[in-house]
């Protein structure tokens, strides 16, 4: 079992930014592929950002150019750095690990981001 803890969601006004952090309790976290997703009120689950290695990285279209996903392995932490946040943003954000060697998947409990004037 693989705990997900992530912080940084809060109110932010449009044009701002926030750092959403996930730390995995799992210690051989670089065999993660780790993800952030989000869900807005009555929305389906997206998928927001991946990655899979240092360097390797999938983006939604929507936040091209504007989210940028990183992770550091040795705190077994993956970011989510979210500028020029807009309203349409607002959402709550969940990070997820996938487990390469067996497929297992894992959820964090979420947080929630809100973008608003």
């Known amino acids: 079992q693989v705990e997900l803890v992530e912080s940084g969601g809060g109110l932010v006004q449009p044009g701002g930014s926030l750092r959403l952090s996930c730390t995995a309790s799992?210690?051989?976290?670089?065999?993660?592929?780790m993800g952030w997703y989000r869900q807005a009120s009555g929305q389906q689950r997206d998928m927001v950002a991946q990655i899979f290695s240092s360097t390797i990285a999938l983006y939604a279209n929507s936040v091209k150019g504007r989210f940028t996903i990183s992770r550091d392995n040795a705190k077994r932490t993956v970011f989510l750095e979210m500028n020029n946040l807009k309203v349409d943003d607002t959402a709550v954000y969940y990070c997820?690990?996938?487990?390469?060697?067996?497929?297992?998947?894992?959820w964090g409990q979420g947080t929630q981001v809100i973008v608003s004037s």
């Open positions: 799992e210690t051989d976290f670089i065999n993660l592929n």
């Open positions: 997820k690990a996938r487990r390469k060697s067996d497929g297992a998947e894992y």
